[in-house]
């Protein structure tokens, strides 16, 4: 009974047409909901009057499905039935209802099957109704009651049928399945093998290349560094020798200007007293 977005159930699209009769009656079979209604209201019987498929109207009637339930269109399957000429639908209906129109004849009230245009069906009167359904009770040599019974023995068989051909076909489903998950586990082991050793390859490979590329960098930062500290000697060399020659010279002109007098003193004196 899970519904599409148009909030259609698998019934509503397998009463589209008499050639999906046999997954009709497997559905109904499980339990699905005859009386559930689509976006535009259509019940599975709407859909079977509308395409005709008379076949699929006799197995939904059997199932109790609510002829009298109405669509946005304010129509029955009855009457959708008429509205799309579908006559084959129109007998399935009327053969149907036959009991429960002498039902209602034999009660005394007015016996009218009408659809939404007025129209009333069946065309036969009551009286008529009965005489057809007493000669095929004697036809066939049995009573309504005994044509209730083969009915649902009738149903109960193609059910069996139908759910021993569903539960041959889920065998034989799940057999494939079953390979199909051991090539699929056995293929998804292949490419865990081929992705671990392509990976691995791929892992040792970068470690070389980090390997090459952290070497690389050693060898080319100690020659920078090299090239760099080389430069700084020659610059302390040079600034070495540019201070010791300012100093020099500052010293031999201030020796020349200022001191060379004292220094003449000086040595006299000493002169003079070693004397």
Not at 16 to 25: C, H, I, K
Not at 48 to 75: C, E, H, P, V, W
Not at 118 to 144: C, F, N, R, Y
Not at 216 to 221: E, I, K, P, T, V
């Amino acid at each position: 009974n899970l519904r599409t977005k148009d909030n259609e159930t698998p019934l509503h699209l397998t009463c589209v047409s008499d050639s999906f009769l046999e997954s009709t009656r497997v559905l109904l079979s499980y339990g699905a909901s005859v009386d559930s209604k689509n976006t535009r209201g259509h019940q599975p019987a709407h859909i079977a009057a509308r395409g005709g498929a008379a076949a699929t109207m006799d197995l939904l009637i059997q199932y109790s499905t609510n002829m009298n339930a109405r669509n946005f269109d304010n129509k029955n399957p009855l009457g959708e039935a008429r509205m799309f000429n579908r006559s084959a639908v129109v007998a399935v209906i009327q053969r149907h209802y036959a009991d429960d129109m002498k039902t209602l004849d034999d009660a005394g009230v007015a016996v009218e099957l009408v659809d939404e245009t007025g129209v009333i069906l069946p065309t036969k009167s009551p009286h008529e109704w009965q005489t057809m359904l007493a000669s095929s009770a004697l036809i066939q040599g049995m009573d309504q009651y005994k044509m209730l019974r083969s009915r649902i023995h009738k149903v109960s068989s193609e059910t069996a049928a139908s759910v021993a051909t569903y539960r041959a076909f889920w065998a034989d489903f799940t057999k494939d399945a079953e390979a199909l998950r051991r090539q699929t586990q056995a293929a998804i082991t292949i490419q865990k093998h081929f992705r671990a050793y392509f990976y691995h390859k791929r892992f040792v490979h970068l470690q070389l290349q980090h390997a090459m590329a952290i070497q690389l960098q050693r060898a080319y930062r100690g020659k920078i560094a090299r090239r760099a500290a080389a430069h700084e000697r020659r610059r302390h060399r040079c600034a070495t020798t540019i201070q010791a020659l300012v100093r020099g010279f500052l010293v031999r002109r201030r020796e020349a200007n200022h001191l060379h007098a004292y220094r003449v003193q000086v040595i006299q004196c000493l002169h003079v007293g070693c004397c």
